[in-house]
Nanobody, 120 residues
């Protein structure tokens, strides 16, 4: 089994910053994909940023230049640094990973989500 623990959400004023973390633990050989998604009320879940193992990060146009995704492979953790936050960034943010188990089976996992509210 694999567990994902997200942290770092909260209430922040427009223009402020937050840093989300997602720590992955359990039966892991490697993690190929680590992504952050978000879902605002009434909207579909959308990809915010992703960082493949050994690859370059990619971002949704709406967050380019403001958000930075990074990963620490030694800690099996992915981060999302969010700067210059806007009210439209308000959403539940979900961590998504694709894990290769020690018996060489790929599985996808979602975190439970962490709420980010941008409001004055």
């Amino acid at each position: 089994q694999v567990q994902l623990v997200e942290s770092g959400g909260g209430l922040v004023q427009p223009g402020g910053s937050l840093r989300l973390s997602c720590a992955v633990s359990g039966r892991i050989f490697s993690i190929s994909v680590m992504d952050w998604y978000r879902q605002a009320p009434g909207n579909q879940r959308e990809l915010v940023a992703g960082i493949p193992s050994g690859g370059s990060p990619n971002y949704a146009d709406s967050v380019k230049g403001r958000f930075t995704i990074s990963r620490d492979n030694a800690k099996n953790t992915v981060y999302l640094q969010m700067n210059s936050l806007k009210p439209e960034d308000t959403a539940v943010y979900y961590c998504y990973v694709r894990v290769l188990s020690p018996d060489y089976v790929y599985k996808n996992y979602w975190g439970k989500g962490t709420l980010v509210t941008v409001s004055s």
